[in-house]
């Protein structure tokens, strides 16, 4: 299983990142992903999650409105999408796959939110 994260970089308060996750190695079709965030001096926090097929979708309140989950499954991709961003959403974004009772991490893509 690989998860490669892209799309972090540097953007200022009411900005907008799109964020990727291209999977291999496994039947992506077939599992639901998350996106996952950390900030520094915090723990991780569980930030959207989608089903397999995409049909359903879950978000932490704080960002209820302004992020949007969504993936490709012919390019084996989960998106996330960050509007108005607020610099409380600084962090590293991981993605995120749970297949057999086991967790399976990408490296991770940092977002700075600054003016």
């Known amino acids: 299983v690989q998860l490669v994260e892209s799309g972090g970089g540097l953007v200022q308060p009411g900005g907008s990142l799109r964020l990727s996750c291209a999977a291999s190695g496994f039947t992506f079709s077939s599992y639901g992903m998350r996106w996952y965030r950390q900030a520094p001096g915090k723990d991780r926090e569980l930030v959207a999650g989608?089903?397999?097929?995409?049909?359903?979708?879950i978000y932490t309140d704080s960002v209820k409105g302004r992020f949007t989950i969504s993936r490709d499954n012919a390019k084996n991709t989960v998106y996330l999408q960050m509007n108005s961003l607020k610099p409380e959403d600084t962090a590293v974004y991981y993605c995120a796959v749970s297949r057999y009772g086991m967790d399976y991490w990408g490296k991770g893509t940092l977002v700075t939110v600054s003016s």
């Open positions: 989608i089903t397999s097929a995409g049909g359903s979708t």
